[in-house]
């Protein structure tokens, strides 16, 4: 019979093809426990310290730049420096300050007043929403523009201008709903988180004069300009050990001896200072050793 069809099948094409597929050996699939296990095995879900503990492992296995370790005391970093600028004495040095940013973390700002200023200081232009005998003192205390709630509309249209903007807590409530939008995404909006929502306007504006404001980027890097290539070696590191003192007591680093002691100062989490490096337009970042 299967000589008989293998004849019929080499006189038709359509045949020999399906006879061919007939006859020819196939692979045998096993469907055992041990093979269907394997098949059906799925990764393991870990667990939050599982996955931290695999990160830890990943980052020293990372390869790290020969240059981290690599670290000099500020002296002979300005002394380094100032060899490479020598030809532009009035290069400015750079002071650059890495702070670990956390979940929850608030971006490190504040103000400071260096011993020996890089540049003459721009002046605040300082808008205050007060009344009465506050209005009063904002004006004796040198505020440039000082009205009630008449000037929200001046300052949509842009027809009040202002580099600062403080307020009385009786006014804030009134302003906030026409104003979050038009200064919130400037970071000019008062809040009594920066200090610029407060009765003591007068003191405040005293405390502002003579000061600039720093702050850092969302990665928590504070860059600042600290003092120029022709200033004394001395005068340098006045500067730049004063704005870490700054910067230190801004992320709790530092407890500030005049801050009152209060369950929100002392719940303020640390922001740890990773790295500090001084540099300048032509010559390298060098990391600090006692910074």
């Known amino acids: 019979m299967s000589l008989a069809l293998a004849q019929l099948a080499s ?5 020999s093809g399906i006879l061919s597929y007939m006859y020819a050996p196939q ?17 393991a879900t870990l667990t939050k310290k599982q996955l931290a503990l695999k990160e830890k492992k990943r980052a020293k296995k990372a390869k790290k730049s020969i240059y981290d370790k690599e670290k000099m005391t500020l002296a002979d970093a300005i002394n ?22 956390g979940k929850g973390s608030t971006i490190p700002k504040g103000r400071f007043n260096l011993p020996r ?7 605040d232009r300082i808008l205050v929403f007060a009344e009465g005998r506050q209005a009063e003192e904002a004006k004796k205390a040198g505020a440039d523009i000082v009205g009630g709630l008449e000037l929200v509309e001046g300052i949509i249209n842009g027809r009040h201008q202002a580099t600062m903007f403080l307020c009385t807590r009786s006014l804030i409530r009134g302003i906030t709903p026409k104003l979050g939008r038009v200064l919130g995404p400037r970071g000019l909006m008062p809040s009594e988180r920066r200090g610029t929502v407060t009765d003591d306007i007068a003191g405040f504006i005293r405390r502002l004069k003579g000061t600039s404001e720093w702050k850092g980027d969302k990665e928590g890097t504070i860059r600042q300009p600290i003092a120029k290539m022709h200033f004394p070696v001395s005068d340098v590191v006045k500067n730049v050990r004063y704005f870490l003192n700054v910067v230190k007591r801004a992320t709790g680093n530092i407890r500030d001896p005049h801050a009152e002691s209060t369950k929100e100062t002392s719940q303020k989490p640390t922001q740890a200072i990773t790295r500090v490096l001084l540099s300048s337009q032509q010559g390298p970042s060098i990391q600090i050793a006692d910074a």
């Open 11 to 15: 006189r038709c094409r359509q045949c």
């Open 27 to 43: 692979r045998h699939i096993h469907y055992t426990p041990s093979v269907m296990a394997r098949q059906e095995k799925k990764p």
């Open 117 to 123: 200023e890089t540049k003459p200081q721009a002046k």
């Open 80 to 101: 380094v420096l100032r060899a490479v600028e020598v030809a532009s004495p009035n290069a400015t040095y750079e002071l650059v300050i890495k702070t670990e940013m």
